[in-house]
């Protein structure tokens, strides 16, 4: 449990995994021991910090002074672009991705950070990977430049732990499916969006196609596996690059197969974009049986479960807003 002490920092806090990890890491630990920072103001009514502060994870010194103020002693670094924005802005991709991730790697050494927590992406994987069954040491070969951040980002959080004995950790994310606060700008986004459309139009043109299998989580299972990850023994964690995640697999029409066992008259139509050659190159199914071996990693929810929770939740919230209105 935690140690009264410890004060988290939690960067890109009002992302689509930042919103709820913060809120499950306020949970854990206590809502004042967390704060969440991220490059703006929050803008979304999901976003209930206690303490938010706006930081540029880019500005080292600025940074530094930040963590030494508030006497952080962990770090969750979400802050990044994904991997469509990414190749529509590759400089400032890697600026963001690589220069703060070394920030934080940086000040985490010089001030004695605690642990880090870095979260890295089957985007890590190219091309060259086996697509089947990815195995946790394998060919990696990233072709977005989101992929080559994270691989390289992976390679830091490895070389920083054996060089300077930084507790860092990581998992490699599979596309995330939530419904408190939207992805944006990924290639999994997706799954996230024919949610939206099916409730408010019963249609969706996706933008990948029909037979393109991803590997996916619903978000109650990425956050449970990242406090996993992080409360589990020093002993047991074997992994210093990052972990294989996943939980379920499927196609853009396997997913729509499933809404339609709750929205029958759903329909689906294809209109593969620039995104589909970033999906062609990552794995369709991964291996993360050293996640399970070493810190006991098992998911709760399969492609129904989640298909079911995201349409009751989605339908509670657009039942809310019409009693306000
Ligand atoms: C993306 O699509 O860019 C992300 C990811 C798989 O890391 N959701």
Redesign the pocket.
């Known amino acids: 449990m935690a140690k009264t002490q410890e004060t988290l920092l939690v960067t890109g806090a009002c992302g689509?995994l930042g919103t709820e990890l913060t809120a499950a890491l306020a949970q854990a630990y206590g809502a004042n021991r967390v704060i969440a920072t991220d490059i703006r103001q929050p803008q979304n009514a999901a976003h209930t910090f206690e303490r938010f502060e706006v930081l540029d994870i880019t500005q080292g010194n600025e940074m530094a002074e930040f963590i030494q103020k508030h006497g952080i002693t962990h770090i969750y670094h979400l802050a990044a672009l994904?991997?469509?924005?990414?190749e529509q802005k590759p400089m400032l991709a890697w600026q963001v991705n690589m220069q703060g991730w070394l920030n934080v790697l940086e000040v985490s050494r010089e001030v004695g950070i605690q642990q880090i927590y870095f979260?890295?992406?089957?985007?890590a994987f190219g091309a060259d990977t086996p697509r089947e069954n990815t195995p946790q040491t394998t060919v990696m070969n990233p072709g977005?430049v989101?992929?080559i951040s994270?691989y390289a980002g992976e390679l830091w959080a490895n070389y920083y732990c054996h060089r300077y004995g930084l507790d860092v950790r990581s998992l490699r994310?599979?596309?995330?499916i939530s419904y408190s606060t939207p992805?944006g700008?990924?290639?999994?986004?997706y799954a996230v969006d024919i949610f939206y459309k099916a409730l408010e139009t019963g249609h969706y043109t996706c933008f990948l196609d029909a037979e393109t299998r991803?590997?996916m989580m619903y978000m109650p299972d990425a956050i449970k596996a990242t406090l996993q990850l992080m409360q589990a023994d020093q002993s047991a964690i074997k992994v210093r690059t990052s972990y294989n995640l996943t939980a379920f697999s499927f196609t853009p029409a396997e997913i729509a197969q499933a809404i339609r066992q709750h929205i029958p008259a759903f329909e689906i139509q294809y209109a593969p974009d620039f995104?589909q050659a970033?999906?062609d190159s990552?794995p369709a199914t991964i291996d993360d049986s050293q996640a399970r071996m070493d810190w006991g990693w098992q998911p709760d929810y399969d492609l129904a479960a989640m298909v079911k929770d995201m349409i009751a939740n989605l339908q509670q919230r657009n039942s809310q807003i019409m009693a306000i209105v």
């Not at 994310?173 to 995330?176: E, R």
């Not at 700008?185 to 986004?189: A, E, S």
């Open positions: 689509q994904l991997s469509a924005t990414g979260p890295s992406s089957i985007a977005t989101y992929g994270k994310y599979p596309g995330l992805p700008g990924g290639t999994t986004d991803l590997p995104r970033i999906a990552w």
